[in-house]
């Protein structure tokens, strides 16, 4: 019996039980198609990235004696889409039985679950055996809960079942299941951040097919100098460099931003996580042994805070994704309606916060979480951006962005488009805000500590303006609340400036 196996860009795992014996009745699929490159406007890093990874899985299967069948982009038998490419294999090998490991889009469940219908073959869909949870774990762990899925309740259960960072009675290491509280602290400077563990891989041959095959990108390719892993071997050196240089300062300035530095201590390692050259388990498990070896260099508050990002939010992420699509892409519980500004797509903004922010993600194909939620999301959230526009600007230029995790958090966590399902409160922030966690306000043509003036920074009446909006339905919010009362008690005189004033920003949104 001859199998055809399809390897999606985001499988790029080479412990796969799939390829623990050689088969040669077993044929392995890689494609770089159009169907894929074109859905979204990408980053050219996004794309780079995924193509170079299947190139070198392709080759490692090769050269352990696998069968692999690979379309390059601009192969002149290349039909640019999964099915066609599928069907030109089954063909070619006759084979009687085709199989895929499961998919991690809902758009591409789709086109495969279609494609297994008519394919005139036996079929079956396999575990990628990456996620510790199943796609519907997290709404068995809600059951018929109604309301909000708070992420807390989840995470402490995936710490119960996973033991990391429990001690022998069960209970969490340190007598707290979260430290998020102690890290919270601005960067000024010192502890220096470590030197950059990125690569250097040269794609520039690689980059000269994809523009020759016509395929549309954005930002700066980086060719020259690939900074990203691109194999398991290299995403585990970036692992370790991370908990060696990183991870010790991590918790501490975790939601720290900065102008000299496009990380700080964050780790980078989302892009690996989500190709699953890593694995999340063996990653929370590293960082857990860091700590153990050495409390001392490496606090639990970083490294909780780490384990959070990576066997909690992340899981309770994509179980939310799974529950809620496909409805949940079009969610606009706030109806936001203004159209995403051009200068998303050049960087050229006034707002110093916002041009180094977006900048930075055009340069590098990388924000940290607080430069997405707090300045880019939250611009976008008190200014009244559409949230589709939004999500499809975040999933086209993060390196790691993936429709299941960028989704959710965008829609629901950052623009607050699904009426609360996912977050308790909006997360937004005046220029105060910015202004203690990072020193993009110096320097800004805009004053921070202005609210109406003609300098007065804009997040500051878009961010009052968003709460007189949106009045009656937060102010009975306990987690904001406070602020939602501070903006209804203001002189009547006052909230028709805020109003006039954000009216005004918004209507000259693509000068601020």
Not at 26 to 49: C, F, G, N, P
Not at 406 to 420: C, K, R, T
Request: hydrophobic content about 40%; glycine content about 8%; proline content about 6%.
């Amino acid at each position: 019996m001859s199998v055809v196996r399809l390897i999606l860009g985001d499988q790029l795992d080479p412990g796969h039980p799939w390829y623990r014996k050689v088969d040669p009745k077993v044929t392995y699929v890689l494609m770089e198609v159009r169907s894929e490159t074109d859905y979204v406007l990408h980053h050219a890093q996004k794309v780079l990235a995924i193509f170079a990874g299947m190139r070198r899985l392709a080759d490692r299967l090769r050269a352990a004696g696998h069968r692999v069948r690979y379309f390059r982009i601009g192969d002149a038998d290349n039909a640019q889409d999964l099915a066609g490419n599928l069907r030109k294999v089954l063909a070619e090998r006759k084979a009687s039985r085709f199989e895929h490991q499961e998919p991690d889009e809902w758009r591409v469940d789709r086109v495969l679950a279609e494609f297994r219908a008519g394919c005139g073959v036996a079929s079956a869909v396999v575990p990628s055996g990456h996620f510790l949870d199943a796609r519907d774990g997290v709404a068995r762990h809600f059951g018929a809960a109604r309301g909000r899925w708070l992420m807390e309740p989840y995470y402490r259960a995936m710490r119960r079942r996973t033991g990391i960072l429990m001690d022998a009675a069960g209970e969490p290491e340190g007598g707290k299941w979260n430290f998020d509280h102690d890290n919270r602290k601005p960067w000024k400077g010192t502890p220096p951040p470590p030197k950059p563990w990125d690569g250097a891989a040269d794609l520039r041959g690689l980059w000269e097919e994809i523009q020759a095959a016509g395929v549309r990108t954005f930002g700066e390719p980086s060719a020259a100098r690939f900074p990203w892993p691109l194999d398991r071997e290299e995403a585990l050196a970036h692992l370790r460099a991370f908990l060696k240089r990183g991870l010790p300062d991590f918790g501490d300035y975790e939601d720290a931003m900065h102008s000299s530095s496009d990380r700080l201590f964050h780790s980078r390692l989302s892009h690996a996580l989500n190709l699953k050259l890593l694995n999340p388990l063996e990653v929370a498990r590293a960082a857990e042994a860091a700590h153990r070896a050495d409390p001392g260099r490496v606090p639990l508050a970083a490294t909780e805070g780490f384990v959070r990002q990576v066997i909690g939010w992340r899981e309770y992420i994509r179980g939310v994704y799974w529950a809620r699509m496909p409805d949940y892409a079009e969610s606009n519980a706030l109806g936001h309606e203004l159209p995403l500004p051009s200068w998303f797509w050049t960087g050229e903004v006034r707002m110093n916060c916002l041009r180094h922010a977006v900048g930075q993600s055009l340069a590098t194909a990388y924000a940290h979480h607080i430069q997405r939620l707090m300045v880019i999301g939250s611009f976008c959230l008190t200014a009244g951006v559409r949230p589709r526009e939004v999500d499809r600007w975040f999933l086209g230029v993060y390196i790691d962005a993936f429709e299941w995790v960028e989704l959710p958090n965008v829609i629901g966590m950052s623009q607050h488009a699904d009426g609360g399902f996912l977050g308790s409160k909006p997360y937004c922030g005046a220029a105060a805000y910015v202004n203690k966690m990072s020193d993009y306000c110096k320097g800004c043509p805009y004053d921070p500590k202005d609210r109406l003036g003609p300098l007065a920074c804009p997040l500051n009446a878009l961010y009052w303006d968003f709460w007189l909006r949106h009045a009656e339905r937060f102010r009975d919010n306990p987690r904001i609340g406070m602020a939602v009362r501070q903006a209804i008690g203001m002189p009547e005189a006052e909230k028709r400036a805020v109003r006039a004033k954000a009216a005004a920003l918004r209507a000259d949104i693509e000068s601020l």
